[in-house]
């Protein structure tokens, strides 16, 4: 009976209470592979387009930068100023850093200069200079004249730095003292500012000038007695980077010595800013990328620009590559009776000048990239023809063996395995010294090597394995 009447009463309990309501399951933002998902970009849209803007604020209120400039790449430019105007002061605008180039100056041509001027006094100094830098010089004065002068002066500074350079990268937010301090006061500073960076590894150490002397990780102070002086715990100034230094070259620095910040300093020596592994990071990643877009005769394109642009800049060195093409074909006009007399070398020939093609691309590519790093001066230019030759030779007998043989019992005739097999070595060789040899000639006479040696090492190759194997096969006809 009691189990029966606790029975009754948990029936009773569970048909008095209300029924529960099923919560709607939140949006995927992410896809599987880390990019944004498909129906969340439809979601937006939607709501873009309808003029919610509590919707897309609920929708966005939680997207990091790096996120949002996804977001705003994938609407079209109706949708982008449409989607800051609904956001309005709920819009982060960080997001402008993490988008290309072209995006950027669109967007920010839709809002007003007094607007921006708020904008930038609320972002770290280095991500303000790069957006005060894509607004035209008119536009540009007018925004700094609404800044605070003491803002204004050290943005002014940045933006005289040139584009590249890596006073264009750094902050002017960093915590300096002087080196007769006691640990105990620069821990009682630090407690007591309120205007510090809002993340920092370490603390610099000037003299009354100002001149950089060195630095002092945050751990090394933490664990400092108290009455210790700073100068006798800072450490060195191994990495002063100068602020008209190319911004990739301190990268590399960043890179070869695992770097989270360093001083940037002028002319002088006196400490003008800070540059951490963050903005590197983005010179690296922006680099290689735009060092595949030379290669590949695409220039500084990007996705978001027009197409009447992208044919423009596709169009003048795709008409290179064909006057190359041109002088390739004219080698094998100088051929046509011989290969009228053996079909089997018009056969053949395009594989001669592929496998050197691509030879020659492998060694040209790892030879850009050396010149590009500054690789190439630790391991010696000479060093590295004399490998990369090495390197074609052996590929070349290697390859000769396996096409001669192809060749002979494909045609049935062991002269033609023997043709192809000795032009496959000299056009090997002839790759290898291509792939090393023109970028170290364009790059000494001030030319970039990424952008033009595609077309001179495919050029070489075709002639060279179109010579190469007509020439023989002309000398064993006769």
């Known amino acids: 009976m009691e189990q029966q009447a606790t029975k009754t009463d948990e029936t009773e309990a569970h048909a008095g209470a209300p029924e529960s309501v099923a919560m709607p399951e939140p949006m995927t933002i992410h896809d599987e592979e880390g990019g944004l998902d498909r129906d969340f970009v439809a979601t937006v849209r939607d709501a873009v387009d309808a003029e919610n803007g509590t919707a897309l604020r609920d929708l966005v209120e939680d997207l990091h930068e790096a996120d949002l400039g996804d977001l705003l790449q994938a609407l079209t430019p109706e949708q982008r100023d449409g989607f800051v105007r609904l956001l309005g002061r709920d819009f982060d605008w960080l997001a402008l850093t993490e988008v290309d180039e072209s995006v950027r100056e669109k967007i920010l041509a839709s809002i007003p200069n007094e607007t921006i001027a708020q904008v930038v006094r609320e972002l770290e100094p280095d991500d303000a200079v790069e957006i005060i830098a894509n607004l035209d010089e008119e536009d540009r004065e007018e925004v700094l004249a609404g800044i605070p002068i003491a803002e204004r002066i050290a943005f002014e500074r940045s933006l005289d730095y040139p584009e590249n350079s890596a006073g264009r990268r750094m902050t002017t937010k960093f915590i300096a003292v002087p080196p007769f301090w006691t640990v105990?006061?620069?821990?009682?500073?630090?407690?007591?500012?309120?205007?510090?960076?809002?993340?920092?590894?370490?603390?610099?150490v000037v003299d009354p000038r100002f001149c950089f002397l060195g630095t002092v990780?945050?751990?090394?102070?933490?664990?400092?007695?108290?009455?210790?002086?700073?100068?006798?715990?800072?450490?060195?100034?191994?990495?002063?980077?100068?602020?008209?230094?190319?911004?990739?070259?301190?990268?590399?620095?960043?890179?070869?010595?695992?770097?989270?910040?360093?001083?940037?300093?002028?002319?002088?020596?006196?400490?003008?800013?800070?540059?951490t592994v963050d903005d590197m990071v983005d010179v690296i990643e922006a680099a290689a990328e735009q060092e595949m877009r030379r290669l590949a005769g695409v220039g500084d394109e990007e996705l978001s620009d027009s197409v009447v642009y992208s044919v423009r800049s596709r169009f003048w060195w795709l008409l290179v590559n064909l006057f190359t093409a041109i002088l390739a074909s004219s080698v094998i006009g100088l051929f046509d009776n011989v290969i009228q007399q053996m079909v089997a070398l018009a056969v053949l020939m395009?594989?001669?000048?592929?496998?050197?093609?691509?030879?020659?691309?492998?060694?040209?590519?790892?030879?850009?990239?050396?010149?590009?790093?500054?690789?190439?001066?630790?391991?010696?230019?000479?060093?590295?023809?004399?490998?990369e030759v090495t390197v074609g030779l052996i590929n070349g007998v290697l390859f000769a063996i396996l096409m001669g043989a192809i060749a002979g019992l494909w045609f049935g005739r062991l002269e033609v395995g023997l043709l192809i097999a000795s032009a496959m070595i000299v056009n090997m060789i002839a790759a290898a010294l291509a792939g090393i040899l023109i970028p170290l000639a364009l790059f000494s006479v001030g030319a970039d090597p990424a952008i033009a040696s595609t077309v001179f090492v495919t050029t070489v190759t075709d002639c060279v394995g179109f010579f190469a194997f007509l020439g023989l096969a002309t000398l064993w006809i006769h």
């Open 184 to 204: 105990g006061q620069a821990t009682d500073f630090l407690r007591g500012n309120s205007r510090l960076p809002e993340e920092f590894t370490e603390i610099y």
């Open 217 to 275: 990780p945050l751990n090394r102070l933490l664990r400092a007695g108290a009455e210790e002086r700073i100068e006798d715990i800072k450490g060195e100034v191994d990495y002063a980077i100068h602020a008209t230094d190319d911004q990739e070259d301190a990268a590399r620095l960043f890179e070869r010595y695992n770097l989270l910040s360093a001083g940037i300093v002028d002319e002088n020596n006196r400490l003008v800013g800070v540059i």
């Open 350 to 387: 395009p594989i001669v000048a592929s496998m050197g093609g691509n030879a020659g691309t492998q060694t040209m590519t790892l030879a850009v990239r050396a010149l590009s790093t500054r690789d190439i001066k630790a391991i010696r230019p000479g060093r590295f023809v004399r490998r």
